[in-house]
Structure formats: C-alpha cells, structure tokens
C-alpha cells in the first residue's frame, strides 16, 4: 500500500490532522519536501496533503528514500544524528534567504529546538543560527562581488529583513560595511589586472 497523493483516504488524512494515535498501527505517512516519515499521532506541523505520501509500514518508507522522524520515531527507528543534522543543514541551504528561526527549523526536521541547537553546534561548530548567518553572508559577498545591486537589494535577497542589521553584521564579521567592501573588492581587482598588464 503506496498511495499516491489523491488516493489518500479520508479517515487517514483526518488522522493525520487530528494526530490521532489510533491510526499509528495502520499507516506511516512521509512529506515529500522534507524526506522524513511519521506516524500519523505526530505532533509536527501538519504538511500540505500534496506533500503527503502513505506507506503500510517502515521499509516502504526507506525503499523510497524517506528518513524515520526524530520526534514520533515510527516503529522504533530513529534517523542517526549525523544524518538529521545534514538534512537540516541541505535544506537551510535551500532555503536561507527566507526567514528562518530555530523553532522554524525544528519544525521542519521533527525535533526540540534545545536538541536541534544542541546537536548542530556539536557537528558543524555553530549554531544553527550562525550557520545561516554565515551562508547569508557568503552569498552577499558573491552579489557584491559580481553585480551592481544596491546593498538594500542584496540584503533582502539573501534574507535580512532589516538593512541596517545586514550592514552591522557584515561590518563586525568582515571589516568593512558592504559597500566599502564592494569598493575594496574592485580596487584589488583593478590593481591584479594593471600589475598583469604590465608584466
């Protein structure tokens, strides 16, 4: 019993809903956009039904590339810590220029935000919160470097919701604000190629 989306029966789709644990020995259900699979008494976010994929048991879920949930960890599995950790760490690099906080993300992968935070910064050196702070950051560098866009437009485009938060944040972890930055790019730039030219 694999169902496509449209065939999800009523009473599962309810259950889902109502997170109701009388359906738990029944189906599994796993969300696409995440990878991760659940009973249907999970207290997780309710996914869009488009999303949801039913599976008879745990294997069928594995089969097709879902991971087990953190949080209701359906028949007894659980996905090991290194495994959830860079699942959370592919999806903030999907998704890092929209506004994400640490309750978003443990939402999202099934667990407590104290363990989410917990774990990341265990594994990656950071918090979840630095992490995508660093990414935004990184990618700003790149629109710097490569375009003329205002540093409000780049701001926004790799998600600070506020300018000035964006420039103060830039200037204690790079130095300088992001147009001075832009500025001394260009300038180094522009020394390389007339030190090029004259050799």
């Known amino acids: 019993m694999n169902l496509k989306k449209t065939d ?6 309810k259950a889902i809903v109502e997170c109701d644990a009388a359906y738990d020995d029944h189906f599994l259900y796993g969300v ?13 976010r309710v996914p869009n039904k488009e999303n949801v994929q039913i599976f008879k048991n745990a294997n069928m879920a594995l089969e097709e590339n879902f991971r087990p949930c953190k949080r209701c960890k359906p028949e ?11 699942q959370i760490t592919e999806w903030i690099e ?22 989410l935070q917990r774990l990341f910064k265990r594994m990656k050196g950071l918090s979840p919160t630095e992490y ?42 790079k130095g300088y604000t992001p147009s001075g930055y832009r500025k001394a ?7 390389e190629l007339e030190q090029h030219d004259e050799c």
């Not at 696409?32 to 997780?44: A, D, E, L, V």
């Not at 700003?140 to 470097?145: H, P």
């Not at 409000?152 to 300018?163: N, R």
Request: glycine residues 4%.
């Open 8 to 13: 999800i029966p009523n009473d599962y789709w």
């Open 32 to 44: 696409k956009t995440t990878g991760i699979f659940c009973r249907p008494s999970c207290k997780s």
């Open 76 to 86: 007894g599995l659980n996905l090991p810590t290194d495994e959830w950790i860079e």
């Open 94 to 115: 999907q998704h890092y220029s929209e506004p994400l906080t640490l309750n978003t993300l443990a939402d999202i992968s099934h667990g407590s935000p104290y363990h």
């Open 132 to 173: 995508i702070q660093q990414l935004r950051l990184e990618k700003a560098i790149r629109m710097l470097e490569s375009s003329e866009q205002p540093v409000t437009e780049i701001g926004l485009a790799v998600g600070f919701s506020s300018t000035p938060y964006f420039i103060t944040l830039f200037k204690k972890k």
């Open 185 to 191: 790019y260009h300038q180094n730039l522009k020394k």
